[in-house]
């Protein structure tokens, strides 16, 4: 049974910095993509950045150059490292994986950015 867990979450002023871990399991981690997504209230969920299973890293326009994806295939872990936060990246953030009859999802990890 795959799972996702996620953590890291938290409240921070904005200009801050917050790390978001997602332990993965029950899946050979290191031949997936794994992927960050975030959903804000009374918005769609949306993909903020991946990485492949070859560690090439893709991301959403409006977090570029302040966010930072990153795996360790060692321990199936994958980070997000979230800099120079903005209020609008206030959200819950969700790990996610692709599965053959659904994506994996975890349960999610808020971070609010606020002073």
């Known amino acids: 049974q795959v799972q996702l867990v996620e953590s890291g979450g938290g409240l921070v002023q904005p200009g801050g910095s917050l790390r978001l871990s997602c332990a993965a399991s029950g899946l050979r981690f290191s031949i997936y993509a794994m992927s960050w997504y975030r959903q804000a209230p009374g918005k769609q969920r949306e993909l903020v950045a991946t990485?492949?299973?070859?560690?090439?890293?893709n991301y959403a326009d409006s977090v570029k150059g302040r966010f930072t994806i990153s795996r360790d295939n060692a321990n199936s872990m994958v980070y997000l490292q979230m800099n120079t936060l903005k209020p609008e990246d206030t959200a819950v953030y969700y790990c996610?994986?692709?599965?053959?009859?659904?994506?994996?999802w975890g349960q999610g990890t808020q971070v609010t950015v606020s002073s």
């Open positions: 996610n994986a692709p599965g053959r009859g659904g994506d994996y």
């Open positions: 990485i492949t299973s070859s560690a090439r890293t």
